[in-house]
């Protein structure tokens, strides 16, 4: 049986293979757009619509983690995005591109909100949490760009297969972290969805 710890270690190194399996499209996509024979404005409105659901939702993964800790909604999420980028792959129609960038912005929201609070919270000391900090920044800096070039070769090769290769990607780092991580959340605590809901409004932000 495999016993599960707190480690921000391996929450970083996942945190840096996300980096990279997330920006693996991201160059394809004005490529794949041209093939559905889209207009120019879609690969903005698709975007938008990411970042849209994105910024709505963080607030509500943020309360969520309260209630069931931050590895349970880091491997939902990771696997809700990868179900999302899936999504993308295989719709074809204007409105099915924005409901699907939607449905993966919904779930990349939960990722850096759970993984900053993993670090936050479980960092055994002020000067560990800053230096932790400093090293999500980095890595996600110097993988990111990595994730550009990895998904430009694999886009030469197969632009399908690189749907396949993020979506499966993604949902296996959920997995990975579902299996090998925890936290100090105790099972049995009531979800206050109510009070979830009520207290993850975005605008409140401003």
């Given at each position: ?30 490529i ?21 659901t ?101 886009g ?31 099972a ?19």
């Amino acid at each position: 049986m495999i016993k599960k710890k707190i480690s921000i270690g391996f929450l970083l190194v996942m945190a840096s293979i996300q980096a990279v399996t997330a920006n693996l499209l991201h160059p394809l996509e004005p490529i794949f757009l041209q093939e559905l024979e889209m207009p120019d404005y879609m690969f903005g409105v698709i975007f938008a619509a990411m970042a849209l659901t994105n910024f709505l939702f963080s607030p509500f993964w943020g309360r969520l983690t309260g209630s069931l800790g931050e590895i349970k909604v880091l491997t939902f999420c990771f696997i809700g995005y990868g179900a999302g980028q899936a999504v993308f792959g295989m719709v074809s129609s204007k409105i099915g591109l924005i409901l699907a960038r939607m449905l993966s912005g919904i779930f990349i929201g939960g990722l850096s909100v759970s993984i900053l609070s993993y670090i936050m919270t479980y960092s055994p000391s002020p000067e560990a949490r800053e230096k932790n900090l400093v090293t999500y920044a980095t890595l996600n800096a110097v993988f990111t760009p990595f994730g550009y070039l990895v998904g430009g070769y694999l886009g030469d090769w197969s632009i399908p297969a690189t749907f396949v290769i993020q979506a499966i990607g993604l949902a296996g780092i959920g997995v990975a972290i579902g299996t090998f991580l925890k936290d100090n959340h105790e099972a049995g605590e009531k979800i206050q969805f109510v009070r979830v809901f009520k207290e993850a409004n975005p605008i409140k932000a401003f």
